[in-house]
Structure formats: structure tokens, C-alpha cells
């Protein structure tokens, strides 16, 4: 196969039902597309057998890169290893396996990339997801789209069709709490949004918990936000002031009124204050020091156990 200008890149978890059709699709927009385009197809440590029908994909079609991870390591780390190991040389078109990010986008992206775009990415306009999910992603983008030092898009994802330059960077960027549509937009370049209609899973159910969409959006908050540690300074302050203004509630009564309140609901309302702004700063110092601690230990991101390019397995020391 010739060097690729395109690298198509999927991670996979569980993803058996609807790999078929992926491959489908992709196969007709290749086969359709001038361009020279891989596909990178992930296995985050599947339990189905979707890392034997990626298997047989890569060894039957030169054109697809499997890349097997040694266990479930998360949607944003699997990506990372996609991206590292994908050899584009003038972009990576990033999609979910489930086919919720249509691949027959890639030529209205890559206009858009031709134009001199760094970055395309999809915004959103309609999500197929229930009701309460999307109430949730529609409030965490605009949260975190006012409290955020970078200009991170409203409703877009990790779908987007990103640079050689930009993927460069993005490798160089070593954090192990990883928020990669973060990541994208802090390096800045040129970007541009395009808007399109989410579709359905094709099959399967979501493998994002609430817990991992709860953690990605810490991530997103904590790794480009100085709102936290803003913010416990100044609850600090706030309930400081609400402290003074009852002692100056009491001082008043006792020297105007000669009353001075007395009994346990004016100790237990001062206890419990001071003790929920401490545990709130304490929760807030820990999440910063809990991602310090992983970042320090320095561990790979992810471990490899075996891949299989131009049809062939390829052992991890090799690559």
C-alpha cells in the first residue's frame, strides 16, 4: 500500500454487531474516495470477539491497521494509540465505531481542510441520545464553555478531521487524564466547525457509563479550567462574610435588644459551614493531586500487545 494521505482512525470496545457495517461503509467511501486512506481500528480490550473480526479485516485488506491494546483502557487513551499509530501524511479522520459520526463526511471535510483548515470538526445540531443525556451534554458544553481558559467548541466531540501538524502536537502532549477535544483546540491553528445531525447507535448500547462521562467531563474541567481553585477561594471568602454578617446579627441584638442567641442551631449552622467549605476545598486540592500523582509515576498511556499492518502481525518492539 502506498503511504497514506488519510488515516481513518476507530477505537472499538464491544463493538462486534455493528463492525461489519463500519467496514461497509468505509470500504464504499474508499473505494469511491482519489485519495490514499488507512483505516486505524482500535480494540480497547474487547470481551466480544471484535478484536478477531478486526483481525480478519486487517489481514485481508492491506488497507486497514489493527492495532490490539493489552485491556480496556478508556475511549480517550484508545483513541491516543490510534492516533499515534496511524501514518496519515496529511490527516486523521477521527470517528466512533458505532457509526453515530458518519465516515461519508470525509470529503466535505477535507474541502473544508483544503481550504486551510488545521482542524474540521463536527458540531452537533441534533443527538439521537434520551432525554436525560441530552440535557446533560448540552449543559456540560456551555459550563464548561464559560468557565475555560481555551475556546473549546460548543457540541462537538472528538469527530473532526485534524492535521498532520496538529496530530504531531497533540503526540508531544504526554497527560495521562486526557481530554483530546480539549487538547485540540488549546493548540489552536485554524478551525472550523460542521454542523451535521448525530446519528443512532446502528447497534449495541453506549459503552460510556455515567461514571466515564462523569470523569471525562472532570477532565475537561479540571485539565482547562482555573475555575475549581477559583472557586474555593472564594466560597473561603463568601463564607466568611456570612460568618461576620451573623456575629454582627448577634453583637447587635446583645447590645440594642439585650438578647443573645443562644442553644445549638447558631453553633451547629457555624460548624456546619466552615466544615462543608473545608471538605469542598479539600475535595477540589484532591482532584488536582490525584491527577499530579498519576502524571508523576510516568506510565505509558497504553500498552500495545500486538498489531497487524500491510496484512502482517507486527510485535510491539518492532513498531
Known amino acids: 500500500m502506498k503511504t497514506p494521505q488519510i488515516s481513518i482512525v476507530a477505537p472499538l470496545y464491544n ?13 464504499a ?40 491494546l493489552s485491556r480496556n483502557h478508556g475511549h480517550q487513551l484508545a483513541l491516543t494509540a490510534g492516533i499515534s499509530a496511524a501514518k496519515g501524511t496529511e490527516a486523521l479522520f477521527v470517528i466512533d465505531g458505532d457509526l453515530q459520526d458518519p465516515p461519508e463526511l470525509l470529503p466535505e471535510f477535507y474541502k473544508l481542510l483544503k481550504e486551510g483548515n488545521d482542524v474540521v470538526y463536527a458540531v452537533r445540531k441534533k443527538r439521537k441520545e434520551g432525554f436525560i443525556k441530552r440535557t446533560g451534554y448540552h449543559l456540560f458544553y456551555r459550563i464548561l464553555r464559560s468557565i475555560s481558559y481555551v475556546d473549546i467548541p460548543l457540541d462537538s466531540g472528538d469527530f473532526a478531521l485534524v492535521s498532520r501538524r496538529v496530530i504531531d502536537v497533540m503526540n508531544k502532549m504526554p497527560e495521562e487524564s486526557r481530554y483530546l477535544r480539549g487538547m485540540r483546540s488549546w493548540i489552536g491553528f485554524k478551525q472550523t466547525g460542521y454542523e451535521y445531525e448525530r446519528d443512532a447507535r446502528v447497534a449495541g448500547e453506549s459503552k460510556y457509563s455515567f461514571k466515564q462521562l462523569f470523569r471525562l467531563a ?61 471538605l469542598l476545598a479539600l475535595g477540589i486540592i484532591g482532584e488536582y493531586v490525584l491527577r499530579i500523582f498519576f502524571q508523576s509515576k510516568n506510565r505509558p498511556l497504553f500498552i500495545i500487545k500486538e498489531e497487524i499492518v500491510n496484512r502482517e502481525y507486527i510485535s510491539p518492539d518492532a513498531v
Open 15 to 27: 463493538e462486534s454487531e455493528s463492525l461489519p457495517l463500519l467496514v461497509q461503509r468505509i470500504n
Open 29 to 68: 467511501l474508499m473505494d469511491s474516495s482519489p485519495l490514499a486512506i488507512e483505516v486505524v481500528l482500535i480494540d480497547d480490550g474487547s470481551k466480544d470477539d471484535t478484536a478477531l473480526k478486526i483481525k480478519q479485516v486487517a489481514l485481508m485488506d492491506e488497507r486497514y491497521h489493527g492495532v490490539f
Open 218 to 278: 472532570y477532565n475537561g474541567i479540571f485539565n482547562f479550567s482555573e475555575f475549581p481553585i477559583k472557586f474555593m477561594s472564594r466560597a473561603g471568602i463568601a463564607a466568611i462574610m456570612i460568618s461576620l454578617a451573623y456575629f454582627l446579627v448577634v453583637v447587635a441584638k446583645k447590645l440594642f435588644f439585650a438578647h443573645v442567641i443562644e442553644g445549638f442551631t447558631s453553633l451547629l449552622f457555624v460548624i456546619i459551614l466552615f466544615s462543608g467549605v473545608q
